[in-house]
């Protein structure tokens, strides 16, 4: 019978013809990087000669203008610097002490928030746990046994009484 598995030469000549197929697939490899940079550097050269181009007689047009903006801007530097500072005072010192004090009390109101919702939460389960309770024995919210009717009379100053019907 013939063996399947392959021989240990016929293993080592395949890898060594991977390994002489590495210098050649490497050259072709940094070949190819090669001209791909070349032809990104090309396709940039040409853009930029394109825009430069088309840009120009805007550049023409705009350069009396920034003249005349950066004489305004030198002229206008004191009404600038005193709105920096009138801004400074008024919108950004007490905008950064609020954020402070927010940061601060943070905290707090965060552990009062938590201890609220725990309240609304333990207040509702003991309401539920009462009704249930109260469910068990059988007796009203009001004291008074389930198998009695409540009557409703006004009182003197028109309070409620409850009274039994044995009255």
Known sequence: MASTAPSPDSDLASISTFIQLIPSAA???IQTT???FF?????IQSLRNTLST??????IILSPITLVLSALLYILAPATVLA????DILVFTPY??????????????VFCG???????IIGYVARWIVLW??????????GAEKDEKPRKMLGQAGKVKLESAED
């Open 27 to 29: 050259h072709y490899a």
């Open 34 to 36: 090669r001209y791909l």
């Open 39 to 43: 032809f990104s550097g090309w396709l």
């Open 54 to 59: 088309l840009l120009y007689p805007s550049l």
């Open 84 to 87: 920096q500072v009138i801004l």
């Open 96 to 109: 950064h002490f609020a954020v402070y004090l927010v940061d601060s009390i943070y905290p707090i109101y």
């Open 114 to 120: 938590a201890a609220c919702i725990i309240g609304v």
């Open 133 to 142: 309770v109260a469910e068990m024995v059988k007796l009203d919210i009001n």
